[in-house]
């Protein structure tokens, strides 16, 4: 069996971490973007459709936005694997987000002498101390 290397983390300064910290998106495609986001910005749902129809994503007539009932039907039109496929990835997705919420819940133990637990509660900000600690 083979042990990986350990890793030394370096100690960072804030400013040095936000240094490192690289674009969400590069700057070669943002220059490709910024005129379609400033067209849509000005014209609106005529731009996005003009651009999708463009780009190969939107026929020409078709509607922007589908509504539930035409969801429906296309999801009823496909054949049954692929239907099936898509309700098993749904299932799963339920699922996984359900665990997560439920991960989420105040908690309150008794222990002798009162109580102890957590509880989640939305913060505007929030720090972190750690005095002396290396890592």
């Known amino acids: 069996m083979s042990l990986a290397r350990p890793v030394k983390l370096a100690r960072l300064t804030p400013e040095q971490a936000l240094a490192r910290r690289g674009a969400?998106?590069?700057e070669a495609t943002l220059a490709q973007v910024a005129p379609i986001v400033a067209d849509v910005r000005r014209r609106g749902d005529?731009?996005?459709?003009?651009?999708?129809?463009?780009?190969?994503?939107?026929d020409e007539?078709?509607?922007?936005?589908?509504?539930?009932?035409?969801?429906v039907a296309a999801l009823e039109r496909l054949p049954i694997e692929q239907h099936q496929l898509l309700e098993r990835t749904a299932a799963r997705i339920r699922a996984f987000a359900q665990a997560q919420r439920d991960a989420l819940r105040d908690v309150v133990l008794p222990i002798q002498g009162g109580s102890t637990g957590h509880r989640f509660e939305p913060l505007a900000r929030a720090g972190c101390y750690a005095p002396g600690g290396r890592h």
């Open 24 to 26: 969400p998106v590069d």
């Open 46 to 58: 005529a731009a996005v459709r003009a651009h999708a129809q463009r780009l190969g994503d939107l």
């Open 61 to 71: 007539g078709a509607p922007l936005v589908i509504a539930r009932d035409g969801l």
